[in-house]
């Protein structure tokens, strides 16, 4: 398994893009772009749905986190199993969708506890409950 990239030799001094000297002299274009490891970037509406997610998800973290939860379950489609991520990883993972057009899915958490964690659904319910409730409260 070759998960991680080689050095990068511009490690610490990435090439300027406004530096007439760094592009157009390689008809092979820049170094560790020749793999096929191309990722398309998101449409504004996927970018957008992302966002939304982010938002969900700090308000899920924000509500469920001091009730002992620790995070939400993903069924993997790959994998046929739930996978148990952390807020901390749900959040990265997110920005990391955001960033590069793809999802880490397969960094779930180590030996999680079921029990602390929840579905996205259950957890998009529990908010809507509490929101619900917190706007009753105020007529
Ligand atoms: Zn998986």
């Known amino acids: 398994m070759r998960d991680t990239p080689p050095p990068d030799p511009f490690s610490g001094d990435l090439p300027d893009p406004t530096d007439p000297r760094s592009g157009g002299s390689s008809q092979f274009?820049?170094?560790g772009s020749a793999d096929d490891?191309?990722?398309?970037?998101l449409s504004p509406?996927?970018?957008e749905d992302v966002l939304a997610d982010l938002e969900d998800l700090e308000v899920f973290r924000t509500l469920l986190e001091p009730r002992s939860v620790r995070g939400l379950v993903v069924d993997c489609e790959d994998c046929q199993e739930p996978h148990y991520f952390g807020?901390?990883?749900l959040h990265s993972n997110l920005r990391h969708l955001l960033d590069l057009g793809q999802m880490r899915v397969h960094e779930p958490a180590f030996d999680p506890d079921p029990a602390q964690y929840v579905s996205w659904d259950y957890a998009r319910?529990?908010?809507?409950?509490?929101?619900?409730?917190?706007?009753?409260a105020e007529d």
């Open 29 to 31: 274009g820049p170094a």
């Open 87 to 89: 807020w901390d990883l």
């Open 37 to 41: 490891d191309v990722t398309e970037p």
């Open 125 to 136: 319910g529990f908010a809507d409950g509490v929101l619900d409730t917190a706007e009753n």
């Open 45 to 47: 509406a996927e970018r």
